[in-house]
């Protein structure tokens, strides 16, 4: 079994409790047992979301929620407006026109965030925008989006508003009711740290009206079908689910509970806070600018001279601590540091042990020990 630290945005490590729910026997996926779990779990789902909407949980990665999403309410035409700073904006943009519809695109340079106003403006200009596509936490760049206050401009449109929080859900604030959010996405195997495989969705009534007047193009994502088997008694699926990965899921779910969300949240603005705080210590770059900055993926500038295989090679083959490079045109450019799910300190100093000796080995003058300090005052109390 290979132990290497994954410090990657996503998958990320999986607690020993949620492996175990795996292992449990698997039951009749039309039986009341299950449906007791699969009520439960999408109950948490929706409690987590922020919500009083239901949420379905799908078989398949967060990209199956993003694609259930524009697929039930998408026909031939339908003008959405995405908002594309990354790799996961550029999909939403694919799946848009994957599916007939005239994508708008509002082109964000890699490491900035969208400025809401420029999407007030294209509202304003384009009074047919069916839809308005952001993802909130853009992994490929490290950069979080003002979700809220778009949520804000979009109050007064009909466009409905979609967000991907596939990277930020249980590691950032997301309120989907109160930040009026009419479809939402999440997948398992990052802030909520489920094993990989599984996406959960929640509509907003608005959502729903768009839905039940559009004919689906997709079978197994027709979000008409989850909702009536998830109102059936016992509450259903409507194809096969992976029995083992709901188990997963709600116990993920019920560790998030006993952590509490605020408290998640805030571990996770602490391990963002110490990541960047040993990035500077080192004499490194962050990508993008601190106060867009992620709470969940830190992105990187790779340092002078060095290539990715060299420094993320070493990290990985000598040091088994495996970060995640660049996409696209980033590739080569940066590499990324993964701090969600259940990450703590414990992992970030080994992360930065390692990493500065990675840098020794390559070259740098590094001082032994500056980015382990960095990280240890920046979750030690002041006072001490």
């Known amino acids: 079994m290979d132990e290497t630290l994954l410090m990657i945005p996503g998958p990320t490590r999986v607690a020993p409790r949620v492996l175990k729910a795996m292992s449990e026997n698997i039951v009749n996926h039309r039986s009341a047992i299950f449906g007791q779990i699969l009520s439960e779990t999408t109950q948490i789902?929706?409690?987590?979301?922020?919500?009083?909407?239901?949420?379905?949980?799908?078989?398949?990665?967060?990209?199956?929620?993003?694609?259930?999403?524009?697929?039930?309410?998408?026909?031939?035409?339908?003008?959405?407006?995405?908002?594309?700073?990354?790799?996961?904006?550029?999909?939403f943009m694919q799946i848009t026109e994957a599916h007939r519809g005239t994508s708008l695109p509002l082109e964000v340079e890699w490491g900035h965030a969208v400025n809401p106003d420029e999407v007030g403006f294209l509202l304003e200009e384009h009074d047919d925008i069916k839809a308005v596509t952001v993802v909130h936490n853009e992994t490929s760049t490290g950069v979080v989006n003002p979700i809220q206050q778009l949520g804000k401009i979009l109050?007064?449109?009909?466009?409905?508003?979609?967000?991907?929080?596939?990277?930020?859900?249980?590691?950032?604030?997301?309120?989907?009711?109160?930040?009026?959010?009419?479809?939402?996405?999440?997948?398992?195997?990052?802030?909520?740290?489920?094993?990989?495989g599984m996406a959960g969705i929640t509509l907003s009534k608005?959502?729903?009206?768009?839905?039940?007047?559009?004919?689906?193009?997709?079978?197994?994502?027709?979000?008409?079908?989850?909702?009536?088997?998830?109102?059936?008694?016992?509450?259903?699926?409507?194809?096969?689910?992976?029995?083992?990965?709901?188990?997963?899921m709600h116990e993920a779910l019920k560790v998030i509970v006993e952590e509490g969300l605020k408290n998640r949240v805030n571990r996770?603005?602490?391990?963002?806070?110490?990541?960047?705080?040993?990035?500077?210590?080192?004499?490194?770059?962050?990508?993008?600018?601190?106060?867009?900055?992620?709470?969940?993926?830190?992105?990187?500038?790779?340092?002078?001279?060095?290539?990715?295989?060299?420094?993320?090679?070493?990290?990985?083959?000598?040091?088994?601590?495996?970060?995640?490079?660049?996409?696209?045109?980033?590739?080569?450019?940066?590499?990324?540091?993964?701090?969600?799910?259940?990450?703590?300190?414990?992992e970030l100093i080994t992360t930065f042990s390692a990493m500065e000796m990675t840098l020794r080995e390559l070259g740098f003058e590094v001082e032994m020990g500056e980015g382990v300090a960095a990280i240890a005052d920046t979750y030690l109390p002041e006072d001490l």
């Open 45 to 91: 789902m929706s409690d987590v979301f922020r919500t009083n909407n239901q949420s379905y949980l799908i078989t398949g990665s967060g990209t199956a929620a993003m694609e259930a999403a524009l697929v039930n309410i998408l026909e031939k035409g339908d003008k959405v407006l995405n908002i594309v700073g990354g790799k996961f904006g550029q999909r």
């Open 206 to 248: 608005d959502a729903w009206d768009v839905v039940n007047k559009t004919d689906s193009a997709s079978y197994y994502l027709n979000l008409k079908k989850y909702r009536k088997s998830g109102d059936a008694e016992p509450p259903e699926t409507p194809y096969t689910p992976s029995v083992s990965l709901m188990y997963a």
């Open 268 to 346: 996770h603005k602490l391990a963002a806070e110490a990541t960047r705080n040993g990035i500077k210590a080192l004499n490194l770059e962050l990508f993008p600018k601190e106060e867009v900055s992620s709470t969940t993926v830190t992105a990187v500038r790779m340092p002078e001279g060095v290539t990715d295989g060299e420094f993320r090679g070493t990290m990985r083959k000598k040091y088994r601590v495996e970060l995640a490079g660049g996409q696209d045109h980033l590739k080569g450019n940066i590499f990324r540091i993964g701090h969600m799910g259940n990450i703590t300190h414990r």
């Open 155 to 196: 109050r007064g449109y009909d466009a409905l508003y979609v967000v991907d929080t596939v990277s930020s859900l249980g590691g950032d604030h997301v309120e989907v009711d109160d930040y009026g959010i009419d479809i939402c996405v999440t997948g398992s195997q990052k802030c909520l740290a489920a094993p990989p």
